[in-house]
């Protein structure tokens, strides 16, 4: 080979080799630019089971778990009678993005099973969960805190809480035990309220039971709550057999007539208010009041003794003998004398 020719291969050769080292520089001078690109898609939803179960309502729970990288510009619930047909529908409008939804339905029929699912929208599509469903109840509930409280004379304040799936309650009344049955005792109410103020006459040493069943248009609670009021001595008993007795003990203890009046007057008193709490013949105040009247007269005729004791003089030693016998006996001897025995 000519030398013509070498130098002409070595001057390609170092030609190629400044292009190729040319490029790496001009690569390394601008760098590859990455673009991402987030396409928007349909919402991923799910939803969690009712709960708040009533024989006409529910709560249900909702959640956007994906908004599909766009906000959700609805959610909802749908529900019906059959599966996969929802004939009745709640929604909300707004800009929602992933978090959970809730919302109560109602006015749904007693005893029947329930289907439903939660939804979302974005501009793309709709988003479901999975298809859930419950059973209303049928049978309301029975009341819960039900309390009886005395406000009055002859007044009774009840409150409680209606029960799950009724629609009213119905409360009734009767002596001692709380009735059982419709049937026991007598109706103080019946209506939607949580709370009744009953005007009845109340002796106050008497239980009186208190029975509450709950009603929608199924019928009756099975179950029913319970309450009482009565049955403890009243204070007023208490004070007003106290006040007589004390100043009965103190007449004697001082041996003061003028106590005898007022001790008396409180066991007329607390007589008189023996007979008006008796409910019945021969119960203990009807016999209170018959004991009463004898306190009356005892105390009566203790005072009039104590004072003719304080008359007889105050030489009279009140530990001896209320009668002198020396004194009887002289007086004795000088009638005798006198009418001649």
Known sequence: MS????????????????????????????????????????????????????????LLHGSIDDDGNEPCSMRMFRWGLASGNYTYSWNETGSFTEGAFSHVIGSL???????????????????????????TLSLPLAPTNFVATQTGINQVTLTWTMGLGAVNTTIRV??????????????????????VNVT??????????????????????????????????PLAFIALMLLPLGLTVTMFAT??????????????????????QSTSTWDWQYLLFFASIGMVIFSILAAYTLRSRDLAGPDIDRG??????????????LWGENLGW
């Open 3 to 58: 030398i013509r020719k070498v130098r002409i291969v070595v001057l390609v050769l170092m030609a190629l080799l400044w292009i190729l080292a040319f490029g790496q520089i001009a690569s390394a001078a601008d760098p590859k630019v990455e673009v991402i690109v987030h396409v928007a898609i349909a919402p991923t939803v799910s939803s969690s089971a009712a709960t708040g179960v009533t024989s006409i309502s529910a």
């Open 109 to 135: 029929p007693l005893g029947t099973q329930i289907f439903w699912m939660a939804s979302a929208n974005n501009t793309i599509g709709t988003g479901n969960s999975s298809e859930r469903s419950f059973w």
């Open 174 to 195: 009767q002596e001692n035990d709380p009735p059982t049955s419709l049937t026991e005792g007598y109706e103080v109410y019946t209506g939607n309220g949580t709370s």
């Open 200 to 233: 009845m006459a109340i002796n106050e040493n008497t239980i009186y039971g208190f029975s509450a069943w709950s009603e929608n248009g199924y019928g009756l609670s099975l179950d029913y709550a319970t309450t009482t009021i009565g049955g403890d001595v």
């Open 255 to 276: 041996k003061n007539s003028m106590l005898g009046f007022p001790s008396g007057i409180f066991w007329g008193v607390l007589g008189g208010y023996s007979y008006l």
């Open 320 to 333: 001896e003998q209320f009668i002198d016998e020396d004194k009887r006996r002289a007086d004795d001897i």
